[in-house]
């Protein structure tokens, strides 16, 4: 029987977690699904593991290749993916039984080509919930606006989405290590007709590691890749018939990035950064929603005026607690 959908789970060296994520995926409410375990390269037990739980469960199909990164290990997956919608979970993530169920039904219900859930972030002392999408239906120019001007909206794995959406190549740099998910996510939401909302129960739950790349030390290649991936997405909105309704989006996804480099004092072309950011504030107020914005003002300010000033003033921030690096 053709699955509905596959399940495709990305692995790295993750042997404290991903036998919780594929118990929550074994335990499914929905039995014809497939799921496609992408072993990229790990030198831990992640290996020994996926092929145990593979011999009990004929629906796993374990593959194992050479480390590439999260993009190949995901692509490697789509190749092989057989069912009618594709679900990116992470491997030290785990799922709501109910929630392949839950996910095709409104798919099938609505005719939608991609539906979003919600989802949790399980930190090591506690957990939140990011504010859900205000809207029940979405078109690819109003659901790119709101994931460019709020947080927590740029993830490939908290939706559901139809496989046609992959026939053509998602494209996505080797080099980008940081913001893979913003990139390709915007060109899949843009194929998309129909977007749809799942607001009924949290079905998602994301662990935040110390050891996840996200929370690695800033490092020249990430902060590279934090630069340059809003400018891919913005040469891909350029290209499309609707480029005149994204650039104030631009703005928003450039502005959000320089702020992630000036939290980590990045200190490398700081100076050019933190003008755009003023000049972004004066024109686009709303910036100043940004939970971050507000208590760091006065630094974008002095740090667009002189490099000295602004390092002065970083210093005293982390001095006092305010920003850690």
């Not at 495709?8 to 404290?16: A, K, L, T």
């Not at 999408?133 to 927590?152: C, K, L, R």
């Not at 129909?194 to 949290?202: E, G, Q, S, Y």
């Not at 100076?271 to 910036?287: G, I, V």
Request: proline share 3%; charged share 30%.
């Amino acid at each position: 029987m053709q699955p509905f959908i596959s399940v495709i789970i990305p692995v790295y060296n993750i042997e404290r977690y991903i036998g919780k994520c594929l118990e929550s995926i074994v335990g499914q409410t929905l039995k014809e699904i497939e799921i496609i375990v992408v072993d990229d390269g790990s030198t831990d037990d992640s290996s020994r593991i996926i092929d145990r739980y593979a011999r009990t469960d004929s629906r796993i199909v374990a593959i194992h290749k050479t480390n590439g990164g999260v993009v190949s290990a995901r692509n490697c997956g789509i190749a092989r993916a057989t069912g009618s919608y594709i679900l990116f979970v992470d491997g030290d993530d785990h799922l709501e039984s109910d929630t392949c169920e839950r996910l095709l039904k409104k798919a099938q219900a609505t005719r939608a080509d991609m539906v979003i859930m919600r989802f949790d972030i399980e930190y090591p002392q506690y957990k939140e919930e990011p504010r859900f999408w205000s809207q029940d239906e979405y078109v690819p120019v109003t659901a790119i606006h709101t994931m460019a001007h709020e947080e927590f909206r740029w993830s490939l794995w908290s939706r559901l989405m139809r496989k046609e959406l992959f026939d053509r190549p998602v494209d996505c740099p080797p080099q980008l290590i940081f913001g893979e998910d913003a990139y390709q996510i915007t060109q899949l939401t843009y194929r998309a007709q129909k977007i749809v909302t799942l607001r009924d129960k949290i079905l998602y739950h994301y662990t935040v590691r110390d050891s996840s790349v996200s929370q690695h030390a800033m490092t020249r290649q990430k902060a590279e890749s934090i630069e340059s991936y809003p400018q891919f997405i913005e040469r891909f909105l350029q290209q499309t018939p609707d480029s005149e309704m994204f650039r104030e989006d631009i703005v928003y996804i450039k502005f959000q990035a320089y702020l992630i480099l000036l939290l980590k004092n990045w200190e490398t072309g700081m100076k050019a950064r933190c003008r755009f950011m003023s000049r972004s504030l004066k024109k686009y107020p709303r910036l100043k929603e940004i939970s971050e914005v507000k208590r760091f003002t006065k630094l974008i300010s002095l740090y667009s005026f002189s490099s000295f000033l602004g390092k002065l003033y970083m210093k005293y921030y982390i001095r006092k607690g305010k920003i850690r690096i």
